[in-house]
């Protein structure tokens, strides 16, 4: 078999649902006739884990780089000392060292003082803020491909550091480079304009254009993204873009456990994050309406919110519960293991997607709704998500703004 380096930011024991495609990956590409070997972040660095995910790959190879600080984390250290050093400075000349130290407010008076923390901001953590990853995991993968003799590199992004790191290897080592984007990589679509500047939007423009062009193929989730890098990049190779979609694992599944415990609830549930452009509030003020005309009665229905889903767009979830008047039929939960989510999506009665601005992506968690068998109601405008509920006639789509 042919030897690979996969380099995935996200995988077992990470929680996070980008770690599963990368795991699923790792599983099954023996099949095909290649031997991984992973590289991913150190299990410290993970920030929320799920155990059981390591069952699929427990029979892979598994090196783990250090994750560094960024140049700003580092900035924001040294920030933090110079206040301790001011605390304990104070402290020593008879102050009261019960007091918490708070630095003064520098009121903000120049619109320049305001562009260059901008700038700084837009710059320091490009193209996000794992770039701490990049010199460690070059330097372990390049001792891996080395000793090994691994003839392929595939990385997994987002994160896009991962994507870097990949070019790095290829270029040094001169092994073939794979490109799996399970997000499109349009890389300041996904900051805050207020965390932009043209440099950073040309810097990152610059940093794909290398990447597609260093790769021997470009894996996309959608054939709408296929497409688009197709037409931005007209002088590349048309068979150097391919599409794999997310799917689902039928070995994931309890197939006996779809009892419904609560059977005279109608039970409307969401796993995953409220990402930026993500909100449950169009939902929430409608259900409310038609709790107040009496079409819906309240105590027959039952959302569930689990996951990442305390805040939505810098929100808080329970005040727009407490505004709408539904505290008797919203139960918010924090993310739980992989398998109970798959088996709480059974259970439900209608499972919601929030896909408002992905046309050329589809949240993973949609292949999952579509194994459950439940019918979605989901939120977006047309594109790749809205598509595949269309085709599949799983559910129907609805405008994520119109109330």
Request: one cysteine or more; charged letters at 25%.
């Amino acid at each position: 078999m042919k030897k690979l380096l996969f380099i995935a930011y996200h995988f077992p024991p990470d929680a996070e649902v980008g770690g599963i495609r990368a795991a699923k990956f790792a599983k099954y590409l023996s099949e095909f006739g290649y031997e991984p070997y992973v590289l991913t972040i150190k299990e410290k660095n993970i920030r929320q884990k799920d155990e059981n995910r390591l069952a699929d790959v427990q029979k892979i190879k598994i090196f783990r780089a250090a994750l560094w600080p960024n140049i700003m984390e580092i900035l924001l250290m040294l920030r933090n000392l110079v206040f301790l050093r001011t605390v304990i400075k104070g402290s020593g000349s008879g102050s009261n060292t019960t007091d918490v130290y708070h630095p003064p407010e520098v009121k903000n008076t120049s619109g320049f003082i305001s562009y260059i923390k901008r700038f700084l901001d837009s710059i320091l953590e490009l193209p996000d803020t794992m770039i701490g990853w990049l010199i460690p995991a070059v330097w372990m993968g390049y001792w891996l491909i080395k000793k090994e003799g691994i003839e392929i590199v595939l990385t997994s992004s987002p994160p896009s550091t991962v994507s870097i790191i990949g070019l790095v290897l290829s270029k040094l080592t001169g092994v073939k480079l794979v490109t799996d984007l399970r997000d499109p990589l349009e890389l300041h679509e996904r900051k805050h304009a207020s965390r932009r500047t043209i440099l950073s939007d040309t810097i990152e423009k610059w940093i794909e254009k290398r990447i597609m062009y260093g790769s021997g193929k470009i894996i996309s989730t959608t054939v709408q993204y296929a497409e688009l890098l197709r037409s931005c990049y007209p002088e590349l190779p048309i068979d150097r873009f391919c599409t794999i979609s997310n799917g689902f694992d039928s070995n994931d599944y309890n197939l006996s456990d779809t009892n419904n415990d609560e059977s005279d609830s109608f039970i409307l549930t969401y796993l995953g994050t409220f990402y930026y452009g993500r909100t449950p509030k169009e939902v929430l003020e409608a259900i409310s309406q038609l709790c107040k005309e009496n079409i819906i009665p309240i105590n027959k229905l039952k959302v569930n919110f689990v996951g990442d889903v305390r805040y939505a767009e810098g929100v808080s979830i329970d005040e727009l519960v407490k505004k709408y008047n539904l505290n008797g039929c919203i139960n918010i939960s924090n993310k739980i293991p992989y398998k109970e989510s798959l088996a709480q999506m059974q259970k439900a009665v209608v499972l919601l997607l929030f896909a408002p601005e992905q046309y050329y992506a589809i949240p993973a968690k949609a292949y999952e709704y579509l194994f459950a068998k439940r019918y979605i109601l989901c939120f977006a405008k047309d594109g790749a998500t809205a598509d595949l509920i269309r085709k599949t006639k799983s559910g129907i789509v609805v405008d994520p703004y119109d109330v």
